[in-house]
């Protein structure tokens, strides 16, 4: 009878165990992790006057992740990289009616400040 209470016991425990690979991190865990990113990006931030400055475009270029670690992706300010960061930033694609100019700088500039839900991690 004690074998089979311990038998029952470890079949329980490694149940358990492997039950617990591969869950995935629970809303309060990514929510820290949104949040440290989020502080992470602000702690980088250049001052708002500054936007389109050669800092601001390197800040908004890493907080928005628009060049790959290897330093490939589209020159700060072309066309393209407009573009980029209008979809990673305010999550929508850029038609002929945005005009990439320093008002638009400022929303983008405002929005990665504000923690918009485009950097969540959900």
């Known amino acids: 009878m004690h074998f089979t209470r311990m038998l029952v016991t470890a079949s329980v425990a490694l149940l358990t165990a492997c039950s617990s690979i591969g869950q995935k991190p ?7 992790a949104a949040k440290a990113r989020h502080e992470a ?9 500054l936007v389109g400055t050669d800092e601001w475009y390197a800040w908004v270029d890493a907080a928005a992740g628009i ?16 573009r ?39």
Do not use: C
Not at 26 to 32: C, I
Not at 41 to 49: E, R, S
Not at 107 to 113: E, L, M, N, Q
């Open 41 to 49: 990006i602000l702690d980088k931030a250049p001052h708002p006057n």
């Open 26 to 32: 629970s809303f309060e865990a990514k929510e820290q």
């Open 67 to 82: 060049t790959d670690p290897e330093g490939h992706g589209p020159d700060y300010g072309s066309a393209e990289w407009n």
């Open 84 to 122: 980029a960061v209008q979809h990673k930033v305010m999550g929508f694609e850029a038609d002929e009616s945005i005009v990439f100019d320093k008002n638009w700088q400022r929303r983008v500039d405002r929005a990665i400040r504000e923690d918009r839900s485009i950097f969540k991690v959900f």
